[in-house]
């Protein structure tokens, strides 16, 4: 079973940049997907970028070309480099795995796919 921890988060301007880390501990063998998900107060919580163990990428719509999701295998963590922040990019972002799954199998932007969390990280960002 995985532990994942996410840190990073924060308040910045609109335009400013930040980067989220997600450490997994815990039973990372095996062909995990991690993602990235947010939820803004009152909304449901949705997808914004994910991996599988072979390197492909999906991102939402709205953050392709601003975010980059990348892994340190070495060091067991994952990260969300967020650019040209937006105040609706505002929300907790929540970091999630799930093993034994790839991008041909799996849609990896689907929260219901996963069934790891962290505890989230607080993102905010002002106009």
């Known amino acids: 079973q995985a532990q994942l921890v996410e840190s990073g988060g924060g308040s910045v301007q609109a335009g400013g940049s930040l980067r989220l880390s997600c450490a997994t501990s815990?039973?990372?063998?095996?062909?995990?997907?991690m993602g990235w998900f947010r939820q803004a107060p009152g909304k449901e919580r949705e997808g914004v970028a994910a991996i599988d163990s072979d390197g492909t990428t999906r991102y939402a719509d709205d953050v392709r070309g601003r975010f980059t999701i990348s892994q340190d295998d070495a060091k067991n963590t994952l990260y969300l480099q967020m650019n040209s922040l937006k105040p609706e990019d505002s929300g907790m972002y929540y970091c999630a795995a799930e093993p034994y799954c790839s991008d041909s199998d799996y849609d990896l932007l689907d929260l219901s796919e996963y069934n790891y969390w962290g505890q989230g990280t607080q993102v905010t960002v002002s106009s």
């Open positions: 815990g039973d990372t063998h095996g062909n995990y997907c």
